[in-house]
């Protein structure tokens, strides 16, 4: 199968810093990737469409200035929480599309833990 | 409004097969039903999906009713190592994976 690596696995960071967290499709190029936030014992929420060479399309309620993302290449995603507060410690997690949009396959990454003290 | 309505956990005794339900009574034809599994802190992995007819694969098989309104996912023989939260997901092929809140398998020893 498909694999999609993050990085870093988890940080910890202090209140008003920024984490940039990188997706990477390992052994394909994904046009278009997914970005997701988990709090504990919730379901993944989609937070936004990342689309390769174009801006991303936010998810209702998720502040862009907040959560920058960017895709310059076929291969990597990445997002930075900014000026990250205790609120935005959560699960994160990236997915890679690959094939065509009328038959896709949606490969997940192993997700970031942030902790912001 | 949530498509899909699932148990919020099932258990399953080891070597035993794991039947997980899934309604999805609002289902269109061209929407497929897809099933993920999350194991703890991990991203979710795909198990298996159909449109129509029954499928397998080497994870499951995947049971659709005629009317298509319900699903069951089949574990044929779970191990300790399937205990994770199971999703079930109707879309579109070129639709966004919107997760619910999924049922929660404990396989026991």
């Known amino acids: 199968g498909a694999v999609v690596s993050q990085h870093p696995s988890w940080v910890i960071c202090k209140s008003g810093t920024s984490v940039k967290i990188e997706c990477r499709s390992l052994?394909?190029?994904?046009?278009?990737m997914f970005w997701y936030r988990q709090f504990p014992k919730q379901s993944l929420m989609l937070m936004a469409t990342?689309?390769?060479?174009?801006?991303?399309?936010?998810e209702q309620g998720v502040e862009k200035d907040k959560f920058l993302i960017n895709h310059a290449s076929l291969t990597l995603s990445t997002l930075t929480v900014t000026s990250a507060h205790p609120e935005d410690s959560s699960f994160y997690i990236c997915?890679?599309?690959?094939?065509?949009?009328?038959?896709?396959?949606?490969?997940f990454g192993p997700g970031t833990r942030l902790t912001v003290l | 409004d949530a498509k899909t309505t699932q148990p919020t956990s099932m258990d399953c005794a080891e070597g035993r097969a794991a039947n997980l339900p899934c309604n999805h009574s609002?289902?269109?034809?061209?929407?497929?039903v897809y099933w993920y599994r999350q194991i703890h802190s991990q991203g979710p992995q795909y198990i298996i999906h159909?449109?129509?007819n029954n499928e397998t694969n080497e994870m499951a098989s995947l049971i659709i009713t005629e009317d298509r309104k319900s699903s069951t996912l089949i574990l044929p023989h779970a191990t300790l190592r399937d205990t994770a939260v199971y999703y079930c997901?109707?879309?579109?092929?070129?639709?966004?994976?919107?997760f619910g809140t999924g049922t929660r398998l404990q396989v026991f020893p």
């Open positions: 159909g449109l129509k």
């Open positions: 997901i109707v879309r579109r092929n070129t639709d966004k994976l919107i």
């Open positions: 990342s689309n390769e060479g174009s801006k991303a399309t936010y």
């Open positions: 997915s890679a599309l690959r094939g065509p949009a009328a038959y896709n396959e949606q490969f």
């Open positions: 609002t289902i269109s034809g061209n929407e497929y």
């Open positions: 052994d394909f190029q994904a046009t278009t």
